[in-house]
């Protein structure tokens, strides 16, 4: 009888099924107070000249860009082309913020994203924000714990400003973020062992992350992490941002403009300029005028499979975290080739994802090869929305 | 130490509490004959009124005036009507004389444009008085394929043998100044299902010319609670407060009452100027957004129950409190209306897995779980960066929970 109690309660709770393996030491299940553990990071926002299309030609046909991949990466009398300053959030070593802390060359693939922020429920995750670019940025976390002094989002909450200063970062200026882990910033009971939060700028919204800023933060069952936060039954992690951004709403567009059009071209240049229009002639929302080219249907921040190939190898318990942020055509279906991920006791190989959309996701790849994971959203693909990962035999 | 594992399976399972609670001690529940049927009956008009998008007058989520992008959405010029709109809304009477508007208690006000909430437990049958006291025919439709119309169906439908329109509109159109009375039986089917909570929500509307009547504003929530599980006034028994958000982009452009609209707010002369089909996909800057500041951009309203920035009373819960959210999406594609509701400050629980941002799509609805832990007036936005920048966003406040009433040792 017992048997059958526990095979109904495995078959129900599925992503619980390690807590379910627990009864035998009834405290772990029990784990709810805080660990006490700080992590704490130096994250700096800084403005760089990030290419979308580092690798120069179209990674997916292995071939020079052409057609509609010419308008979004090509600079031209209407074109910005590959290259755009942005606004990105960096990590240091230390509060000194004299050294980048180096991202490991398996992690080389998560491009714009800022550093993965980690937290197993119980613990405070403490970040102090250097704003090094020129305009007034701040980190708003999703998830997470916070009182009015980090929420990093400026609007009229009765608040005085002299209580909320990490709303408005100004250039310069530093910060430090608290954000507390309770159970409701981790796992619901139907999660996986760990799950993604974006964090983003909020100082005003729609431009600071069209300028660049955003990145995750991955929180982990209790008793569930190990001690760098990384969730114990996994073996791989991915990160993967699937956002248009719209280069049109930078803070940046101006120096974008003036640094890849000439004087001469920008006179002629109609910046409403909306050619939606695809080879056929036929519309799409993608297209070749000016406005259109600058949204740049990018994951992690790379077109046309230009980013780092993420790595994996076959057989490996992988977590794949996927993210969305934007505005109106951030509507995305991550699809992946090759093998299936399981999401909530079902099997699939595409995701529904809006804005702000953060899911989490477990593959164990089979199919070994160099595979392509990108947007089934036809004209998203079509200007540039692939990239790609390899399951290593 | 079967006891103990019941505690952890309660703990785990969350939204299994009830299939838990029922093998543990069946007799609370299933034992006990089901609650004998009640029938709900609500009187509702609908009515034309001159609706304020934005009554406070200020932007609320920067507390200054409008500026930029929000003025074009909210103030009246040569090419712009502004916040006030001719619309038709569902209100709720306490009787057939339909003399006496039901108030609506003050926690409720931020329900806006909505109209009356509809409850029941499944099992239960909600009738409705609806008289139209507007100029246009409009109807009151249920979701025809889990409600059971008992009121006579409509003009060439066929019903089948347990009462489901089969085929044809569900229901007359009722003329302007006429009443019906819709009867509909609220079905297992209606009612929460396997992962669900206790309660879940759906969406009525006119539906005489679709599209037209709820871009009008005629649009309100039915809450169907899973039997045994609501009180006497049918709110659910495990919950503290509930609150219905509708995001809704109401395309004016297409409402039945875009000529009046025009008429009222822009003056004769300006009207031959205008270009009713203007579209600047634009911003301050004069770069594309999908917001804008054309004649046909600013009559989409991005609003939250009816509201544009934050200009809709304060949604109130309290730290502790177990409060659902019932999310409903509506609307044409026309209008950009998907949305993702984000909660500032506090997380929800959505079937089994932790949200603060959940995704609509035109006639989805969502029921979600919060224990609020964080005080404060919290922003309440849909996460479309452009979405926002149009004014999709509201407020809601945690209050502190009272301080626990200790008794003395003694």
């Known amino acids: ?393 | 130490m079967k006891k103990l594992v019941w505690a952890a399976c309660l703990v785990a399972a969350g939204g299994l509490t009830r299939l838990a609670a029922t093998s543990a001690a069946p007799q609370p529940m299933q034992a006990s004959p089901a609650a004998a049927a009640v029938e709900r009956t609500y009187y509702i008009a609908a009515e034309e009124t001159e609706w304020d998008y934005a009554p406070l007058g200020i932007d609320m989520m920067t507390g200054e005036p409008f500026a930029g992008t929000s003025a074009a959405y909210t103030k009246p010029g040569p090419n712009h009507i502004g916040r006030l709109y001719r619309k038709a809304i569902y209100r709720e009477y306490t009787d057939a004389t339909f003399a006496t508007r039901k108030p609506r208690p003050p926690q409720d006000e931020y329900l806006g444009l909505l109209g009356p909430i509809l409850r029941a437990e499944v099992g239960d049958s909600i009738k409705v008085v609806f008289k139209n006291t507007t100029s246009h025919p409009y109807s009151i439709h249920f979701p025809d394929d889990v409600f059971r119309p008992r009121h006579a169906a409509g003009t060439g439908t066929t019903v089948d043998a347990d009462g489901f329109v089969t085929n044809g509109e569900p229901e007359d159109t009722v003329k302007p100044g006429a009443t019906f009375t819709y009867q509909w039986d609220v079905p297992a089917l209606a009612g929460p299902q396997q992962g669900d909570p206790s309660s879940i929500v759906w969406v009525y509307y006119s539906r005489v010319t679709e599209s037209k009547d709820m871009q009008s504003g005629l649009v309100g929530g039915i809450i169907v609670t899973g039997r045994g599980q609501a009180n006497a006034d049918g709110t659910p028994k495990d919950v503290d407060r509930e609150i219905v958000a509708l995001f809704t982009t109401f395309n004016e452009n297409t409402s039945w009452y875009f000529p009046d609209n025009v008429a009222a707010h822009i003056s004769a002369a300006d009207q031959q100027a205008l270009n009713k089909r203007e579209a600047n996909f634009s911003d301050a800057q004069g770069f594309l957004t999908f917001a804008g500041t054309g004649f046909a951009e600013t009559n989409y309203k991005f609003s939250i129950n009816g509201y544009l920035y934050g200009d809709g009373p304060v949604m109130t819960v309290t730290q502790g409190q177990r409060v659902r959210w019932y999310l409903l999406g509506m609307g044409d594609v026309g209008a950009l209306n998907f949305h993702t509701p984000h909660w500032h400050g506090n997380t929800v629980l959505s079937r089994g897995t932790r949200r603060d941002t959940i995704g609509l799509l035109p006639m989805g609805t969502e029921t979600v779980d919060m224990v609020p832990d964080a005080p404060g007036l919290w922003m309440f936005h849909c996460h479309i960066d452009d979405h926002m920048e149009a004014g999709m966003m509201a407020r809601y406040q945690v209050l502190p929970a009272p301080p626990a009433v200790r008794k003395q040792p003694n």
């Open chain 1, 1 to 393: 009888m017992k048997g059958v109690v526990w095979a109904v309660f495995l078959v129900a709770v599925g992503g619980l099924a390690q807590l379910a393996a627990t009864p035998a030491a009834p405290q772990a299940s029990s784990v709810s107070g805080p660990t006490g553990r700080v992590r704490t990071y130096y994250v700096a926002a800084e403005e760089v000249e990030w290419d979308y299309a580092p690798l120069g030609k179209d990674m997916t046909t292995g071939k020079a860009f052409e057609g509609t991949a010419v308008a979004y990466t090509q600079p031209g009398p209407n074109r910005i082309g590959h290259v755009y300053r942005k606004a990105l959030y960096r990590e240091y070593t230390d509060a000194t913020f004299s050294t980048r802390k180096p991202r490991l060359p398996q992690d080389e693939y998560l491009g714009l994203l800022g550093p993965v922020l980690r937290g197993e429920v119980g613990d405070t995750i403490k970040v102090v924000f250097k704003n090094n670019a020129s305009h007034v940025f701040s980190m708003h976390p999703h998830g997470v714990f916070y009182e009015k002094a980090s929420e990093g989002s400026m609007y009229a909450d009765n608040v005085p400003h002299d209580q909320k200063m990490g709303s408005m970062v100004p250039p310069g200026g530093t910060f430090t973020y608290e954000w507390g882990v309770p159970e409701r910033a981790g796992p619901g009971p139907d999660d996986p062992s760990s799950i993604v939060w974006l964090y983003h700028s909020h100082v005003d919204e729609y431009k600071d992350v069209a300028s660049g800023l955003v990145g995750p933060i991955i929180v982990a069952r209790p008793g569930q992490a190990n001690a760098d936060g990384t969730p114990t039954d996994v073996d791989r992690e991915i990160v993967a941002l699937f956002a248009a951004f719209n280069e049109n709403q930078s803070w940046y567009v101006q120096q974008n403009i003036a640094a890849h059009i000439s004087a001469a071209d920008w006179q002629a240049l109609n910046t409403r300029d909306a050619k939606l229009s695809d080879p056929h002639q036929y519309v799409s929302f993608t297209g070749n005028g000016f406005a259109e080219t600058n949204f740049k249907f990018s994951i992690n921040g790379y077109l046309y499979g230009n980013g780092p190939v993420m790595t994996m190898k076959r057989g490996q318990r992988v977590r794949w975290y996927l993210l969305d942020v934007g505005d109106v055509v951030n509507f995305h279906t991550p699809h992946w080739r090759g093998n299936l991920v399981t999401y909530h006791h079902a099997r699939t190989d595409v995701f529904s994802m809006l804005p702000a959309s953060m899911e989490t996701a477990d593959m164990v790849p089979d199919a070994p090869g160099e595979w392509i994971f990108h947007c089934q959203v036809d004209d998203h693909q079509q200007a540039g929305m692939m990239t790609r990962y390899e399951v290593l035999p």
